[in-house]
């Protein structure tokens, strides 16, 4: 299994239920989530990521769809994150930060599934909490820790 991936985009939003965009850089905050972000919040689901090879399946489905388009705070390049238990930690730049949910429930079909008939989100999309405070980059690695790594944190 690869344990190492990249940062593509890191993504906010003023509001819920829209594309978010790419600011670049952002702070990761225990029990918060990325500063500014609208999902943001002391809940389970505080930072979402998507892999771009999952956006790149939806391209071939003929969306234009970029980074943010499925509203994922951070895209990522290089790791199967759907594949990933719940538990496992990752260090997203200088952030700690703990699987909580793989994929979710599309209660109301998203503009992304109205014009595709699909959507990768709630399949492969993951969400995590953040365990330790960050900053996380464009470029910065996505790294899988080992079990013992953090000291069972």
């Not at 943001?40 to 943010?68: C, F, T, Y």
Request: neutral net charge; glycine residues 12%; contains cysteine.
């Amino acid at each position: 299994m690869t344990t190492q991936g990249k940062v593509v985009a890191v993504c906010v939003s003023d509001r819920t239920g829209v594309p978010k965009h790419n600011v670049g850089t952002g702070m990761l905050k225990v029990d918060w989530g990325i500063d500014g972000d609208a999902h943001a919040g002391n809940w389970h689901r505080q930072v979402s990521l998507l892999a771009m090879e999952s956006i790149d399946k939806m391209r071939a489905k003929g969306l234009k769809v970029r980074p943010g388009s499925f509203a994922e705070n951070i895209t990522t390049e290089g790791l199967e994150l759907y594949t990933l238990p719940i538990g496992t930690r990752l260090r997203l730049g200088t952030a700690l930060a703990e699987v909580t949910q793989i994929g979710k429930v599309c209660h109301d079909k998203c503009a992304i599934y109205r014009l595709a008939g699909d959507c990768v989100m709630p399949r492969e999309g993951i969400f995590v909490k953040i365990l330790e405070p960050g900053v996380v980059s464009v470029g910065d690695a996505v790294t899988v820790l080992p079990p013992a790594e953090d000291g069972g944190k």
